[in-house]
C-alpha cells in the first residue's frame, strides 16, 4: 500500500491492519521455511507495509504529544 493511503486511515484501522500484516508475516516466513514459498518478493512487500504502518503510528503519537 502507499503510505498517501494508509494515512487516511484512522488509529484503529491501522492498528488492526498491522495485526493482519503481523500475521500474514508470520505465515509467509512459515511457508518459506517449508519450502511453499513460490515468490520470496512477498515478503519484502508485507515487511515495507509494517515500517510503513509503524512510521505513521509514531508520527501520529509524536503529533499528539506535542
Not at 521455511?33 to 507495509?49: A, V
Amino acid at each position: 500500500m502507499k503510505a498517501k493511503e494508509l494515512r487516511e486511515l484512522t488509529d484503529a484501522e491501522i492498528s488492526a491492519k498491522l495485526l493482519d500484516l503481523k500475521g500474514e508475516l508470520f505465515n509467509l516466513r512459515f511457508s518459506l521455511t517449508t519450502g511453499q514459498l513460490t515468490n520470496t518478493n512477498q515478503l519484502n512487500t508485507c515487511k515495507k507495509d509494517i515500517a510503513r504502518l509503524k512510521t505513521i503510528q509514531k508520527q501520529r503519537e509524536m503529533v499528539k504529544s506535542s
